[in-house]
Nanobody, 122 residues
Framework: QVQLVESGGGSVQAGGSLRLSCEVSSSTYSSSCALGWFRQAPGKQREWVSS???????YYADSVKGRFTISQDNAKNTLYLQMNSLKPEDTAMYYC???????????????WGQGTQVTVSS
C-alpha cells in the first residue's frame, strides 16, 4: 500500500518557482507527529528541508528559509512545498516523509515517498 506520493517536480530556471505536492494516506496523515520534506542531491547525503508538526508549527532549513513555504490541506490529506526564488543548488530529488515517535523532542521520520526530481538551471 503506497502511503506517500510526491508530484510537482520539474525543470526550471534560476529564480523560478515550483510547488511540490505529497498525497498522504489518511491513516498516515492523522497518526503522524509531523510531515516533512527532505532532499538529496547526487553524491550528497539526504538533508532535511522543512517540516510541519501536528499543531501547525513549521520549520525550515536555513538554506531555504524565506524562499520555501510548507503547508498542508487537511481536507485533501496533502502536504505541499512552495518553492520560490529557486537556485541551482536546490537541484535534488525531493522526498516527503511522515514520522512517529520522538527522539530528543524531534519527530522521527519513518516513512518516505518515492521522490520527485527538481532541477534548477542557471
Amino acid at each position: 500500500q503506497v502511503q506517500l506520493v510526491e508530484s510537482g517536480g520539474g525543470s526550471v530556471q534560476a529564480g523560478g518557482s515550483l510547488r511540490l505536492s505529497c498525497e498522504v494516506s489518511s491513516s498516515t496523515y492523522s497518526s503522524s507527529c509531523a510531515l516533512g520534506w527532505f532532499r538529496q542531491a547526487p553524491g550528497k547525503q539526504r538533508e532535511w528541508v522543512s517540516s510541519i508538526e501536528t499543531d501547525g508549527s513549521t520549520y525550515y532549513a536555513d538554506s531555504v528559509k524565506g524562499r520555501f513555504t510548507i503547508s498542508q490541506d487537511n481536507a485533501k490529506n496533502t502536504l505541499y512545498l512552495q518553492m520560490n526564488s529557486l537556485k541551482p543548488e536546490d537541484t535534488a530529488m525531493y522526498y516527503c516523509a511522515a514520522g512517529w515517535g520522538r527522539s530528543g523532542g524531534q519527530c522521527v521520520y519513518k516513512l518516505w515517498g518515492q521522490g520527485t526530481q527538481v532541477t534548477v538551471s542557471s
